[in-house]
């Protein structure tokens, strides 16, 4: 698969587990990741940069995706960062480690999710 | 030389005084009445890019006069930006030209055989006059010049002998009138193709970007969109389709894939628009158009185009390149494309815009579902932010005329609807434009009692914090918003990007992107400028409060900065 289709692939994937309200359980063999230390990566290696730091996404030279709950199942997460679909760096292990990864992982998966725009009255305008 | 400019209605002379212009200064003061009132500034850049966004709301240009040499080597960027934006300003410049006549020193400094060579790449036109008759003739033909699209700025060399010295001849010189060029449209043969091109599609789609250039433009696209039923992707370079019109499809850009005909009008980057690129070691791209599919182009920008400065992107294949104005020529079109609609087609496309409306419903509830998280969050985050001002100002009469590198929650969330709403970008993205652009914008809002509020980031704010210094002196109203993310962040962004390419530590990044320790009280420099400020604002709980606070100040006619510590994005 080449990298446009896999950009097709995950994005279809993207949508289809947004759609589903970000409940689809995680994988069963995701690993065990350490999120405090996950966290202090995220904010150190410049995940926050361009995803923010409530895992809300941004922009970089596109939009750059909400990891926040994150619907990702573990290998797809650790797919983009080793070898990415997009502009989004990739990440060799010298850089981040497996061990890295499954604790941003871990921390991105609990951040808090979207929630109800109708409970926020100036959303509503 | 004041009678020409007031003869063309210009408004205002944006200056940093300099004595290589002093005779025209002191003849605007005197002679004209302050009539083009003088705007003072602090800086050559602060003065073009205030006529930029001036002209961008108001749309007419008012002028500019920097010194010889030197001050407008000060303004080279803005005028960039302008040209790249398809703006019109009027600069002029002092000069003295004869060799005998310069004093000692800095008048050689100040002085060039031939001025404008340093703009002449980004204006569309320059000269330096020999004599007044021949600076009436020059003034009005580039003022005609600049306000015919493709708009852009122009320049003038004005001769000190000329500003200075006694008129032999008062009597013997004249005032050319000015008739205004009326914006071609495309060839009426060309615009039946595209009509049809346009009728006979299964999913046409409109794309935009520098299109509508009077209140009309606006009201032009609309008409055309509903009429076919058809989704409008607009790069926003103006206020070309309301932000909630269900056709408005800006942020479902994967529509471009399933046009099978493309009508591109106005286009500053169509290529970029219609094609996938990635930013990797190996630069690809590909086209996000799908197979077969026909592009209609629709504008005046390649109409003039200069070699060295690379502004107009990547060559695009097309299949029916009309050259005409946008906005002039949406009518014709508008009426071609009805003339071809029978009654089988008209429920076909009534299909299709129910089907648009919904997924637009759907994009905007998105929009409001992605903006809830992190929503008490410290940093503020951006869509947060954005919230919280449109909260307090969409019962005004309000103008948003600038925004930070890519924060699109205000078209993701706000009501867009008017033709003043918003005013586009910078053009060249030279940092600097917002802070005084908006100032100008503001200008232009102020005789219509408009609420004008701008997002600027706080890289952009430190080029040139004394824009506020000109807000408070002239008293200009407007609510700005300083997105402090404390970094250039964009290029913290890449430099992330860049050690992560190259496998190496990404967690220094900061070196030489970030404007911490100290953090710049932004607040605290708009008071000292003589403008309100509050800020930093941290928690989002204060941030509602210090708004109110802000309003309160500008509906007095000042302006007021918000410092909002933000996320980055």
């Given amino acids: 698969m080449n990298r446009f289709e896999r950009i097709a692939v995950t994005a279809f994937a993207v949508t289809a587990l947004c759609a589903s309200g970000f409940t689809i359980a995680q994988a069963q063999d995701a690993p065990q990741g350490d999120a405090a230390n996950g966290k202090r990566i995220y904010l150190a290696d410049g995940c926050f940069t361009c995803h923010g730091r409530s895992g809300q996404g941004g922009a970089y030279n596109g939009p750059a995706p909400i990891l926040a709950h994150t619907a990702l199942p573990f290998d797809g997460f650790k797919g983009e960062l080793r070898d990415p679909a997009n502009d989004m760096p990739a990440y060799s292990d010298a850089v981040l480690s497996d061990k890295d990864i499954a604790d941003i992982y871990a921390f991105v998966e609990l951040l808090p999710g979207p929630r109800s725009s109708k409970d926020i009255s100036i959303l509503n305008n | 030389m004041t009678d020409v400019l007031n003869s063309l209605g210009i408004e205002y002379l944006a200056i940093n005084c300099a004595s290589s212009y002093r005779g025209l200064h002191e003849a605007v003061i005197n002679h004209g009445g302050n009539k083009p009132e003088i705007i003072t500034c602090v800086h050559e850049d602060i003065a073009v890019h205030l006529a930029q966004g001036y002209a961008k709301i108001e749309g007419k240009p008012i002028a500019m006069a920097c010194h010889g040499v030197v001050g407008l080597q000060h303004a080279t960027m803005a005028m960039y930006n302008a040209w790249c934006d398809r703006v019109p300003v009027l600069v002029m410049g002092g000069n003295i030209m004869e060799a005998d006549k310069r004093g000692p020193g800095a008048e050689w400094a100040h002085s060039a055989v031939d001025i404008g060579e340093i703009v002449r790449e980004f204006t569309k036109w320059d000269d330096q006059p020999a004599s007044l008759q021949h600076f009436a003739e020059s003034a009005v033909r580039a003022y005609k010049i600049a306000t015919t699209p493709p708009m852009g700025p122009v320049f003038l060399a004005l001769d000190a002998e000329l500003q200075e010295n006694p008129i032999p001849d008062p009597e013997g010189l004249r005032i050319p009138k000015l008739a205004p060029v009326i914006p071609p449209q495309g060839d009426s043969g060309a615009i039946a193709e595209a009509a049809r091109m346009l009728v006979e599609a299964q999913n046409p789609v409109i794309i935009c970007d520098r299109l509508a ?44 894939g399933h046009a099978d005909v493309i009508l591109a009008i106005e286009m500053n980057d169509l290529w970029g628009t219609v094609n996938a690129f990635s930013d990797r070691i190996v630069r ?63 429920a076909a496309f009534d299909a299709r815009g129910k089907k648009l409306a919904a997924a637009h419903l759907a994009m905007v509830e998105q929009s409001k579902t992605d903006a809830t998280i ?117 290029e913290y962004m890449y430099l992330v990007a860049m050690a992560a390419r190259h496998g190496r530590g990404v967690d220094k990044m900061d070196i030489g992107t970030t404007l911490k320790d100290p953090n710049i009280d932004y607040a605290t420099v708009a008071r000292g400028m003589g403008v309100y400020g509050e800020g930093p604002i941290t928690d989002p709980k204060d941030l509602a409060p210090a708004l109110a606070r802000a309003i309160a100040v500008v509906k007095t006619g000042e302006t007021a900065v918000v410092d909002v510590v933000t996320d980055p994005r």
């Fill in chain 2, 284 to 346: 690809r791209s590909r086209p996000a158009t799908k197979s077969g599919a026909k592009i209609i182009t629709l504008g005046v920008r390649d109409l003039y185009l200069k070699s060295n400065y690379q502004d107009f992107g990547r060559f695009q294949d097309v299949d029916l390149d009309i050259a005409g104005d946008g906005e002039a020529s949406l009518p014709p079109l508008t009426e071609a494309v009805k003339r071809l609609i029978d009654g089988g087609r008209k």
């Fill in chain 2, 374 to 490: 992190g929503w008490d969050s410290s940093p503020i985050t951006t869509a947060r932010m954005c919230a919280e001002v449109y909260a307090q100002i969409k019962d005004e009469d309000w103008s948003v005329v600038g925004t930070t590198i890519r924060l699109s929650w205000p078209h993701r969330l706000w009501d867009f609807k008017r033709p003043y709403q918003w005013n586009g970008v910078s053009g060249g993205g030279g940092v600097s434009y917002n802070l005084p652009a908006s100032l100008g914008a503001a200008l232009a809002n102020k005789k219509h009692s408009r609420f004008t509020v701008a997002f600027g980031g706080d890289g952009d704010f430190m080029f040139n914090p004394g824009t506020l210094w000109t807000a408070a002196h002239h008293k200009i109203p407007m609510l700005y918003i300083v997105q402090n993310n404390r970094a250039y962040h964009q």
């Fill in chain 2, 213 to 256: 250039r009077t209140p009309a433009g606006m009201a032009n696209l609309v008409d055309l969109a509903e009429t076919l039923q058809c989704g409008v992707i607009d790069n926003v370079g103006r206020m070309n389709f309301p932000s909630r019109h269900p056709l408005n499809q800006s942020f479902r850009r994967g529509l471009i």
